[in-house]
């Protein structure tokens, strides 16, 4: 670095040959992913609480149906996934909350049947059945959404990376 002197210390000009701004690379750019295991947790507990709301509605049966109540009638019925959807996110919470490799890695996994669950969810619920088509509820698209967002934070898992000697 050179320095232009003057006679005032205040009128004093640095040049430099590098950036103004001195960045630390190390640290991660983008700021959600310093609270990606925080974001994963809410977003599974959102998903068990979506289960209570109305997913589709079938007017001329005048049906409301949603995580709890699946049945149709005694022919149709999607059972209660709320149970399937409760155990995918009590164990990726539990998987988000260890500090381990093993647990990131095995919360990828439960991630991906927890998404393909609820893809299956959306996809039987919102099916036209006999030219009568349900009316979707906001919490059936919430609840793919929340699916693929847990997916995506555990792709961030935040982990303290040991340099090996």
Request: include cysteine; glycine fraction near 4%; proline fraction near 5%.
């Amino acid at each position: 670095m050179a320095r232009q002197s003057s006679a005032k210390a205040s009128t004093a000009v640095r040049i430099r040959s590098g950036p103004l701004i001195n960045k630390d690379y190390s640290r991660n750019p983008f700021i959600f992913m310093k609270y990606s295991q925080q974001i994963g947790i809410i977003a599974s507990a959102l998903v068990i609480a979506i289960c209570f709301l109305p997913w589709v509605e079938v007017p001329s049966l005048h049906l409301t149906l949603n995580g709890i109540h699946g049945k149709v009638n005694d022919g149709l019925t999607f059972g209660t996934q709320i149970k399937a959807h409760s155990f995918f996110c009590i164990i990726m919470i539990a998987l988000f909350l260890i500090p381990k490799l093993w647990a990131k890695r095995t919360n990828i996994f439960f991630a991906v049947l927890h998404l393909g669950w609820a893809i299956k969810n959306y996809i039987i619920f919102s099916m036209c059945r006999q030219g009568e088509c349900p009316e979707i509820k906001p919490a059936l698209y919430l609840l793919v959404t929340l699916a693929v967002i847990i997916q995506f934070m555990t792709f961030l898992p935040n982990l303290e990376i040991k340099e090996s000697e």
